[in-house]
């Protein structure tokens, strides 16, 4: 178990690193730091001084070094098209992004478990072949196509949401959030819609495929045959050994989740990070890539260790393996 | 599975053996795409409206990129069926006059090409990535594989993403053809890394059989035994993931195009086409987006069921 969590954070480790190095090669390729900061006419003086100054005379090794210490410090210099700190910026984007991922992944939890389940018990009734049928055009309609839907049906045709921005929104401590307030949530309404249905469908599809195939399994037998009631052998007997795919592929997609955002938060204008990386592609702003990138990778890397610590948590049989291997 | 050898030769045949056209009619996949209706209708949804695409200079009623034709008095037309609507302009027209259906046609044109291209270089490179890791082992594979996993970690519209990015900011005044070179890069970028799995598993079973055997101890070089040797026992299922991927690099390309850092504006997509089409949504102007969305989700819903129909013929077993 041990040995498992280190080798992992090992591997996370190396991760993080080489984004960092990517992160740093676009820094350092891509374009001249000294003369987007100066201007054309500048002195050959003038650049050799803030060549110094920055440090970019240092051998190589040196400014990696220096680089992946301001990095895990959270500073990745000054936004080329902003002007403003890229940490400052990001702070400020955060909680709008994490906000509409949360929602999204728990409104696709809590609406895709139950529906799995239901088309799994009711298999071939007219019910669960509607959801079936939604889910699978769920799986194929882009994310932005689901967004213009939405936003056509609920916002233009019928009036009833807002469709753009994130609405009024509480100051917390230094959390800026959209939860508290009726018209933040109205707005929040559509865009997490948005971001959820995939990740439903998908759950949705999973959770129906792993109970029907436990549902044939012996020991679910074994349990109606002991005269349990139907909601013990469902709930308490299937749904448990369903859990663990559905919790690689949750874990796995929240991530999917943080970069749809990119798209979701495009279509509704949610000014969150995904908004902000768009926006330093286009103009090519690299500090803002950079550090969208490392952050990106971070959230990852602690996703995907989350999700393997998961399993043990879940799965006992993966426990007694792994400590059986490890002796 | 060879052709039954009671079966009547073809006309066209020569007598000894059936030709091709009597051996593909006599075929398995043939005969479970003949009774599969969800694959026919999804062949002739993709057959269409790639025929469109193809001959869009031909079939489209109008022009949408000749400046002369178009007129801004008919800026802004909804579809024929509805009122104010022109039998000319069957689907609508955008604020610029452009026919929507013309521009459908072109867009798909463009959306196919990318689609097709990026999925051609994502099988070469993963492919080959995979050959080398299956076939040599060590080492390489281990340093490739975890690129993989790495790679796999991230989602590919994420990867695509970056890779575009890096390419505009390396390319700040790149002409049309370059931009469609560094989408097209960005996408299969994206794209290679279950082929490479794909390929590296079968490859690993391949290399240990006796004809590969056979072929190293008659001193052909180790290269020639992958291309000409492994490399077709190994094609069959990454035919079948890359019947998928074309539908996946399609949406990939409508993302990114309607995020703005796909093709070049001057030949819009079907993504941009639904970018344009956004802006006009709450004008009430709905055809300008609704029909290229539709459009989009037509192909790559077609392309998908083709794929999942050609994994179940060619592979009983995963059915």
Known sequence: MLVFILRRLLQALVVMLTVAFLAFMLFQYVGDPVSSLLGQDATQEQRDQLRRDLGLDQPFPVQFAAFVGNAVQGEFGISLRQGQRVSTLIASRLPATLELSVVAAVMALAIGIPLGVYAALRRGSFGSQVAMMVSLLGVSLPTFLIGILLILVFSVFLGWLPSFGRGDTVQVGSWDTGLLTLDGLQHLVLPALTLAVFQLALIMRLVRAEMLEVLRTDYIKFARARGLHDRAVHFGHALKNTLVPVITITGLQLGGLIAFAIVTETVFQWPGMGLLFIQAVQFADIPVMAAYLCLIALIFVVINLAVDLLYFAVDPRLRIEKSAAGH | ?319
């Open chain 2, 1 to 319: 599975m060879s052709a039954p050898e009671g079966s009547p030769p073809a006309p066209v045949a020569a007598p000894a053996t059936p030709g091709r056209l009597a051996r593909w009619l006599d075929s398995d996949v043939w005969y479970s795409f003949r009774t599969s209706p969800v694959a026919i209708v999804a062949a002739l949804i993709a057959f269409v409206c790639a025929f469109c695409a193809l001959f869009a200079p031909w079939v489209a009623p109008h022009n949408p990129f000749d400046l002369a034709t178009l007129n801004l008095s008919d800026g802004r037309l909804p579809p024929a069926w509805l009122p104010d609507g022109q039998i000319t302009y069957l689907l609508g027209t955008d604020d610029q006059g452009r026919d929507i259906l013309s521009a459908l046609m072109y867009g798909a044109r463009i959306s196919l090409l990318v689609g097709l291209a990026s999925v051609v270089l994502s099988v070469v490179v993963g492919v080959g990535l995979g050959l080398l890791a299956g076939f040599v082992g060590g080492r390489l594979d281990a340093f490739l594989m975890r690129v993989c996993d790495v790679m796999l970690s991230f989602p590919s519209i994420l990867v695509a993403l970056l890779i575009d990015g890096v390419g505009r900011a390396l390319f700040p005044d790149a002409h049309e053809a370059l931009a469609f070179s560094v989408l097209i890069i960005a996408i299969s970028l994206s794209g290679w890394v279950p082929y490479a799995r794909t390929v590296r598993g079968s490859t690993m079973v391949e290399r240990n059989k006796d004809y590969v055997q056979a072929a190293r101890v008659i001193g052909v070089s180790p290269g020639r035994i992958m291309a000409r040797h492994v490399l077709p026992n190994v094609m069959g299922p990454v035919l079948v993931l890359a019947t998928i991927q074309v539908g996946q690099a399609i949406l990939t390309e409508a993302t990114l195009s309607f995020l703005g850092v796909g093709v070049p504006a001057t030949s819009p997509s079907l993504g941009t086409l639904i970018r344009i089409g956004n802006e006009f949504l709450f004008s009430g102007e709905w055809w300008i987006t609704i029909f290229p969305g539709a459009m989009l989700v037509l192909i790559a819903l077609s392309v998908n069921l083709l794929g999942d129909w050609l994994r179940d013929a060619i592979n009983p077993r995963l059915r």
